[in-house]
């Protein structure tokens, strides 16, 4: 009888993780990955001051600064009435950020009036929850702002803690899950809301 032999297959070798390219700084595009926003966008229909300690709305005292992007600045608030931590999205003032605001909650309020309906509530829990907004009046203008429950960090925040390395692809489908599930309720949600 013939002896079987063993063969061991030798494992992959594992190779270094590839890394994403560092975003180079030039002149041009400076801010699109610094952490503070251009201070002259802090004029008429621009951003709004916002300074921790401060209370809007009556309820929402600011801790600290999450971001910001093209649109607004996002700070965490302490909300004195319910006793937790929200994430605070301050508008620009122009016009068209105003609109886009209004559109965002007009969006987000049918997508919890759904949820709160007891339909598509297994997409409603990938997007994101709309706790409060109202207009907030200063030196440069009227200001949108809209409270959400807090999230995670954004994209560029993981890329940044992985040393620019490439993300684990487990990491990624999750996420992308996330984003293809809210995007499938906004998507019925706008069919509904037409």
Not at 49 to 62: C, E, I, K, L, S
Not at 86 to 108: C, F, G, H, N, T
Not at 154 to 176: E, M, P, Q, T
Request: overall charge positive.
């Amino acid at each position: 009888m013939p002896v079987a032999k063993v063969v061991r297959r030798a494992k992959p070798r594992q190779a270094a993780p590839k890394k994403i390219p560092a975003p180079e700084q030039s002149a041009s595009d400076e801010n699109d990955y610094s952490s503070e926003e251009d201070e002259k966008d802090y004029g008429p229909g621009g951003y709004h001051r916002v300074q921790v300690g401060q209370t809007y709305h009556d309820r929402f005292r600011v801790m600290q600064k999450l971001g910001w992007g093209h649109f607004s600045t996002v700070w965490q608030v302490w909300d004195m009435r319910s006793k937790q931590y929200y994430a605070m999205k301050v508008q620009k003032s122009a016009r068209r950020y105003r609109e886009a605001a209004e559109d965002e909650i007009e969006m987000l309020q049918h997508a919890s009036k759904q949820n709160n309906d007891g339909e598509d509530t297994v997409l409603a829990r990938h997007c994101v929850s709309l706790v409060d907004s109202f207009k907030h009046s200063g030196p440069n203008g009227q200001h949108v702002c809209m409270v959400f429950e807090m999230l995670g960090v954004d994209l560029l925040a993981l890329i940044k803690a992985s040393d620019y390395n490439l993300i684990r692809i487990s990491l990624i489908k999750r996420i992308a899950t996330h984003v293809l599930a809210g995007y499938a309720l906004l998507a019925i949600t706008s069919q509904h809301h037409v």
